[in-house]
């Protein structure tokens, strides 16, 4: 564009120039004189001047929250009169903080959660994230194992490694952990599902083969299969079966590992991911959830306190900050209570929740995807404020792939960042006292108690489960949310607003390239040569003392620990559990190959 515009002076045009002048110059003796063209020139220019004036006076597309809590434009001593101050960092009820000094006395854990292919490619980037300065680590399972099937499985092709480490057997978990200080580290097993109990005697195994006290083991088992009841397979996580499973490693871990976190609630996170569940129920089904699970572990005559001061829960860190930070205030603080008024704990570690958080990754777009780095900033940052003990860090790539070196890198940087170029690590609770952030936990607290109570009057979660409304929530949920992303409701910037033309976009040399197939038939083959090589004899006993105390509901950890170190797989153990307990052995009726070895 040459700036040049024109003005109407005794009925002649004289060539001015500048974009203002363009704005300026008289319309109508213009526009009914130019040519076409001209008339489009300047038409250009009037519509980029609109353009910019609403850009420059343009407010919040909303006055809510993430989860639609309907905020007041200015939050006054007034909104909390009559209201007690909160105590201090560390004390009943722990709104403000587990610990007097917070982050002064140590910071989050930055955890990474890494992994795909055969076990020794997660060991590999398990050692590089170490160099790199990550205090925590996170094994991440493939599809099948989280469903309990062999790699040779039928419904297991095209999903080997894909989205995680493939595991079936010892040899994968000691390949996995190999040359890992496993007694000075902190590991999170994430896989949620029934499976847990192979998962877990494979690590315990591979440590014991190692020499290392298992008291020394220090990391959390995702130890909540009912999430994977909707996100996974029904089939696989039989409700009672669930239940079942997490009782036990409540009760060995309670005596075998102390150090060991037992109850580990991930339906925080990833109920609210399957359905865009607001904050106050996000807060509201973890917990029920977790009433849930204590109620299994108390029936067995266990201790609340000899494993409760070891409860963490898993929640989403989303890009709101404060709805995130008041939030997690709110979830110590109804802990806290449910466990002194309603399990009459006495431990005062057991009424300190500690809280794993994550970056919400379905807050994570593929459009213009170098904005999500921005997007996990906040969420990381909303989980710092909120007091998380341990934070997990998306990856920019996570709408595509699994974590590259590179993405990894930036993601763990953020973390670093967050923590040693800023304060906010040097302050206990530093948003306490705001009125609003006050209010806000406040209100998400009433919000999440009359939820919670619900469930709880229909007879808590798994019979909330049956009775349908938990499903209902949740399609709900989804429907809603989609409502609000098409009509314009809520902005996802790149995605329904602010999108360009030249919006930057992905080589397929930035992203991972898993080869899936070579890493397909080396899983396949392992299992089968190990079938072959090991000593049938040791494993039909391992495996038909497992049946037994299937048949008659003991603690499955120990002899599936003894299974496991016969060489028996994972969809062996299943299949024999599973069996024994009155379900179909394959919970997919795909093959029956296997031998039952009772």
């Not at 120039?17 to 704005?23: P, S």
């Not at 802990?335 to 006495?346: G, R």
Request: aromatic share 8%; glycine share 6%; proline share 5%.
């Amino acid at each position: 564009m040459s700036g040049l515009s024109y003005r109407c002076s005794d009925n002649k045009f004289h060539k001015i120039r500048g974009r203002k002048a363009c704005y300026n110059a008289p319309t109508t003796d213009i526009d009914n004189t130019l040519t076409p063209a001209k008339r489009a020139y300047r038409r250009f220019f009037l519509k980029k001047k609109d353009k910019a004036a609403q850009e420059f006076l343009a407010k919040p597309t909303r006055s809510t929250t993430w989860s639609n809590i309907e905020l007041k434009e200015n939050y006054t001593p007034e909104d909390r009169k009559d209201k007690e101050d909160e105590a201090d960092p560390g004390q009943y009820p722990y709104t403000r903080g587990i610990f007097s000094k917070m982050y002064r006395g140590k910071l989050w854990t930055q955890r990474q959660q890494m992994g795909w292919g055969l076990p020794e490619n997660i060991n590999k980037q398990f050692k590089i994230l170490l160099d790199q300065g990550a205090t925590g680590l996170a094994w991440y399972r493939d599809l099948p194992a989280t469903l309990g099937l062999d790699p040779d499985h039928p419904m297991a092709h095209g999903a080997i490694g894909r989205v995680g480490v493939t595991f079936c057997c010892l040899d994968d978990m000691e390949k996995a952990m190999a040359d890992l200080p496993l007694d000075s580290l902190s590991m999170t097993l994430i896989n949620a599902s029934t499976t847990n109990i192979a998962v877990l005697a494979a690590y315990v195994a591979a440590a014991e083969k190692r020499g290392i006290p298992l008291e020394k083991l220090r990391g959390t088992l995702t130890n909540d299969p009912i999430f994977s009841y909707f996100c996974h397979s029904k089939e696989v996580n039989p409700l009672d079966f669930a239940l079942q499973v997490v009782g036990d490693v409540i009760e060995y871990c309670s005596v075998k590992m102390p150090l060991w976190s037992t109850m580990y609630i991930s339906s925080f996170y990833n109920l609210r991911e399957s359905g865009e569940l607001s904050a106050p129920q996000e807060v509201a089904w973890g917990f029920a959830v977790a009433m849930d699970f204590i109620r299994s572990a108390v029936s067995r005559g266990i201790d609340i306190d000899s494993f409760a001061p070891r409860a963490s829960s898993f929640c989403q860190a989303g890009v709101d900050i404060f709805e995130e930070a008041a939030k997690m205030r709110a979830m110590r603080r109804m802990w806290a209570k449910m466990m002194k008024e309603t399990f009459n704990a006495k431990n005062k570690k057991s009424l300190q929740l500690k809280i794993a958080a994550q970056s919400t990754g379905s807050q994570l777009v593929g459009a213009r995807p170098l904005n999500n780095i921005i997007r996990v900033a906040y969420q990381l940052l909303g989980a710092a404020l909120g007091g998380a003990q341990s934070i997990t860090c998306d990856t920019y790539l996570e709408p595509f792939c699994v974590p590259t070196p590179e993405s990894s890198k930036v993601a763990l940087g953020t973390h670093q960042i967050l923590a040693h170029e800023t304060s906010i690590p040097a302050v206990a609770d530093p948003l306490g006292g705001s009125y609003y952030i006050e209010e806000l936990t406040d209100t998400i607290q009433k919000e999440a108690e009359e939820i919670l109570n619900k469930i709880e009057d229909m007879g808590g979660f798994v019979e909330a489960i049956k009775k349908g409304y938990i499903q209902t929530e949740l399609d709900r949920g989804i429907v809603d949310f989609q409502k609000q992303i098409e009509s314009g409701k809520r902005v996802v910037v790149g995605e329904n607003k602010f999108i360009f033309s030249e919006d930057d976009e992905l080589f397929e040399d930035e992203l991972t390239d898993v080869p899936q197939e070579e890493i397909e038939k080396e899983a396949i083959k392992r299992v089968k040569d190990l079938r072959k090589s090991r000593n049938k004899s040791n494993i039909k006993d391992a495996l038909h003392n497992l049946s037994m105390e299937a048949e008659k509901k003991g603690n499955l950890l120990p002899p599936a620990i003894e299974a496991v170190k016969a060489s028996a797989t994972l969809e062996e153990i299943m299949n024999t559990v599973r069996n024994a307990m009155g379900y179909t052995r394959d919970p997919f009726s795909m093959r029956n190959d296997l031998p039952p070895f009772e």
